[in-house]
């Protein structure tokens, strides 16, 4: 069983502060993260489980990174989402 005592003594309510992880109780910690991560900007969470997305293109039997000049209008609209600031 986790210790309680001074559990809350670095637990911030902020809404533009995350949780502080204090080593004790990870699984509360980590459903505040998740919740505080979904609140601030959705897209973000889809990063964390997916990973970014980078424009990459198919040459032959490999995938290979987009140069700038060869991206689409959809791979450029794709990144600016995910570079938006949290708020």
Do not use: H
Not at 1 to 9: D, E, R, V
Not at 25 to 53: A, C, T
Request: charge should be positive; proline fraction near 7%; hydrophobic fraction near 30%.
């Amino acid at each position: 069983m986790a210790s309680t005592s001074g559990s809350n003594l670095y637990e911030s309510q902020s809404i533009t502060k995350p949780p502080y992880f204090n080593g004790d109780n990870y699984p509360y910690w980590k459903n505040r993260m998740r919740l505080f991560i979904k609140s601030n900007d959705y897209q973000v969470w889809d990063v964390v489980e997916d990973g970014p997305f980078i424009p990459m293109k198919r040459e032959g039997d490999r995938m290979i990174l987009k140069i700038k000049v060869k991206m689409s209008d959809e791979d450029r609209r794709r990144i600016k989402s995910m570079t938006k600031p949290c708020i």
